[in-house]
């Protein structure tokens, strides 16, 4: 007989169908046992070491989820039709017992009854996972060198200096130095290095500030849709700053801004980018899914507001807010620098770790984020992987697959603004001769 709900009205009486939100439903979730007696194999395959774990596991075991109808009642019990095959428990979790065949699993109650049948049986299980980058591989260099950096700090040490730039010291209108000499990260892996900071700036655009970074004495590079917008930027080292007009302007990629400035700033060391044969040492990060993520520094507002240009105190000129909320060094995670959507738009993506130690140094976008440039270490010095421009823990264009595209911008704009051609800086075979390559 099908489901009836039966109603009174008066002297009628009326009978209709039971709709799915009035009555229990039910799934079944497949829950295998952990691997009992594991054995462990591990294989090389390129960059990545591949664990095969192996062992005796009860690979049929499975949960009855029910949902509750609005008309149902919640009296009922799960039963099994023989313990010793499989047993089941309140919640109706099903596991595997002694024995193995046919057993029949059922839920009874006033309003409801439900009934699986299977055949329970034991297997031999197999179970892959990427377990470690392998020895001697970019990959496993760079990881170590940022997470290096980390070791033995907390993002919630208010003693630990995190902030990029140093409060309340950068207005759009007057040479201030604005980088922090006391940054924790600024020093290298091994201590030794001055890791060069100096090459990122702010720079007001459209009444907001967003990041740069000097990737030639006379370019700059930062996100699109921040806008074009000629106000100055400064950098500054040991005490000295530079100053420099933005002038000629070109766009790059899915959301990436070249900017020619002037005059040329020559005592800060640009930033370098990877080279354009990058596969051959990253091999596994030319997929779609990568199972490891490589560890990667990141600026962030770390807050959930942008950083305004307001009017100074008295009147005249602008300044930027900078608080304890503004840009941060934070943790970033390499997941690909292969795009989602095909070959043509090709990102990095920037994943949020599940490791709560990782993660505590993670952060999502906000708004003011924008153009955030995320470097790896090699050697002790920063490279530019890309600036972000959206998407929860940060996605952009991967400068390495643009180096053909960024450097016509670069002659483009040098030869408008009839200034010295540039060259885009790249590691080179030399500097990354200690890596494995994987042809």
Not at 37 to 66: A, L
Not at 214 to 240: E, M, Q, T, W, Y
Not at 245 to 261: E, K
Not at 332 to 356: C, D, W
Request: glycine fraction near 8%; aromatic fraction near 8%.
């Amino acid at each position: 007989m099908p489901n009836v709900k039966f109603s009174t009205a008066g002297n009628a009486v009326s009978a209709r169908g039971l709709n799915l939100s009035e009555i229990d439903t039910f799934e079944i979730v497949e829950q295998p046992n952990s691997i009992t007696t594991p054995v462990n194999v591990d294989t090389t395959i390129k960059d990545v070491v591949e664990r095969t774990t192996s062992g005796t596991g009860i690979d049929n075991s499975f949960k009855i989820n029910r949902k509750a109808g609005s008309l149902a009642d919640n009296n009922g019990t799960y039963s099994s039709s023989n313990n010793a095959i499989a047993t089941v428990d309140s919640t109706g979790r099903v596991l595997k017992g002694s024995s193995s065949g046919l057993v029949e699993i059922t839920y009874q109650s006033t309003s409801s009854r439900f009934k699986v049948t299977r055949n329970m049986v034991s297997t031999g299980t197999s179970v892959k996972i990427i377990s470690d980058w392998t020895a001697n591989s970019l990959a496993r260099h760079m990881d170590f060198n940022v997470k290096t950096l980390m070791t033995g700090k907390s993002p919630t040490d208010i003693n630990l200096p995190q902030v990029m730039y140093i409060a309340a010291n950068y207005s759009d209108g007057s040479a201030s130095a604005i980088d922090n000499p006391n940054l924790f990260c600024r020093f290298g892996p091994n201590g030794s290095t001055d890791l060069n900071f100096e090459a990122v700036s702010l720079a007001s655009s459209n009444g907001y500030a967003y990041p740069y970074v000097l990737i030639s004495p006379n370019h700059i590079l930062g996100c699109n849709h921040a806008g074009r917008a000629d106000a100055p930027i400064h950098f500054a080292k040991n005490g000295v700053t530079y100053t420099a007009n933005r002038t000629q302007y070109r766009q790059v990629g899915g959301d990436m801004a070249i900017y020619h400035i002037f005059p040329s700033i020559t005592d800060i060391s640009p930033i370098r980018m990877l080279p354009v044969d990058w596969q051959l040492y990253l091999p596994t990060m030319n997929t779609e899914t990568t199972p490891l993520a490589i560890s990667t520094l990141i600026r962030t507002a770390n807050s959930g507001q942008v950083l305004p240009f307001t009017p100074k105190q008295g009147g005249g000129g602008d300044t930027a807010i900078i608080t304890q909320n503004s840009p941060k060094i934070r943790l970033g995670q390499l997941k690909s620098l292969k795009s989602q959507f095909g070959q043509n738009n090709k990102f990095f993506i920037n994943e949020l770790s599940s490791n709560p130690t990782v993660r505590s140094w993670q952060s999502n976008l906000y708004d003011g984020d924008s153009g955030s440039p995320q470097f790896t270490i090699i050697n002790n010095e920063l490279c530019l992987i890309g600036v972000m421009w959206y998407g929860g823990g940060g996605r952009g264009d991967f400068v390495s697959n643009y180096l053909t595209e960024i450097q016509a911008a670069m002659n483009s704009i040098s030869t408008a603004a009839g200034t010295t051609q540039r060259t885009l800086g790249t590691f080179s075979a030399g500097d990354l001769s200690a890596f494995t390559q994987f042809p």
